[in-house]
């Protein structure tokens, strides 16, 4: 797990509640199941109306990238295997490459290795390939915008749900015992759209963004590697290129 995610979900609304406690405020002060429904019904409503159906889904299931932590020198163990295979690949032939493709943990990286082995030249492996980066990031981070675009809503929602709970209140000015919990309503919705939105729905389209980003430079060093070995450079040519993406 990524433990920055955890940590600053803590801290954020750790924070509050601390804050709200030492105020001498009372955790069910701010627990409103009105609220709640109004907010988080009205936002994800918002956001199913904004994207596709499957877009949605997807953006949904996305939230694991946000928890979920890259394996210490993961890009560090694919350099030294690009690397190791330059060296075998000019010790050798291209075609020694094929035995080791089963010991690669990257898919991506066997399907490049494979057109490399195949014959295919440096030229149209650079064209399909930053093609297939381009497009498949490009994707992703429309089904990361779900979580954006939930962030967007979900302060206005909170301010439509002050407003009914104002409503409510003015339409039920004689009957004092229901004034004290309208006006709850009021503030709370507002407090669940703002905190929400700022404490988790942009944060976590912020993180998974990030990581979207990182795996596309991640194929754009294996790109580069794979190239450089289609052209028959030496592995110390092919080290400094993945060099610069390790920094």
């Known amino acids: 797990m990524d433990i920055s995610t955890l940590i600053g979900i803590l801290l954020g609304f750790g924070g509050i509640l601390i804050g709200n406690a030492i105020e001498g405020g009372h955790l069910n002060s701010l627990t409103q ?40 020198e993961h890009r560090e163990k694919l350099a030294r295997d690009v690397v190791r295979l330059a060296q075998l690949a000019r010790r050798e032939t291209l075609l020694a490459i094929e035995k080791e493709l089963p010991k690669l943990s990257s898919p991506f990286l066997k399907n490049i290795l494979k057109m490399v082995v195949d014959g295919v030249d440096a030229k149209t492996l650079r064209l399909v390939y930053e093609h297939q980066i381009e497009v498949d990031e490009k994707r992703r981070l429309a089904y990361a915008k779900v979580w954006a675009d939930a962030g967007g809503f979900a302060p206005t ?22 004034l004290g919990k309208g006006i709850a309503v009021a503030f709370v919705a507002t407090i669940y ?55």
Do not use: C, W
Not at 45 to 65: P, Q, Y
Not at 158 to 168: D, M, N, P, Q, R
Not at 218 to 232: D, H, N, P, S, W
């Open 33 to 72: 199941l009105t609220a709640a429904l109004i907010v988080f019904g009205g936002t994800f409503g918002a956001t199913m109306i904004s994207n596709s159906m499957e877009d949605f889904k997807i953006g949904m299931r996305m939230i694991s990238l946000a928890f979920k932590a890259e394996p210490p």
């Open 157 to 178: 929602i909170g301010i439509i749900g002050a407003v009914l709970g104002l409503i409510h209140v003015m339409a039920n000015l004689v009957d004092t015992s229901a």
């Open 193 to 247: 759209g703002v905190g929400s939105a700022n404490l988790f729905f942009l944060p976590v389209a912020n993180k998974i963004k990030r990581r979207v980003l990182r795996e596309s430079e991640e194929k754009e060093m294996l790109l580069e590697a794979a190239v450089a070995i289609a052209q028959g450079m030496s592995a110390t040519v092919v080290e400094e290129k993945v060099r610069g993406y390790l920094a």
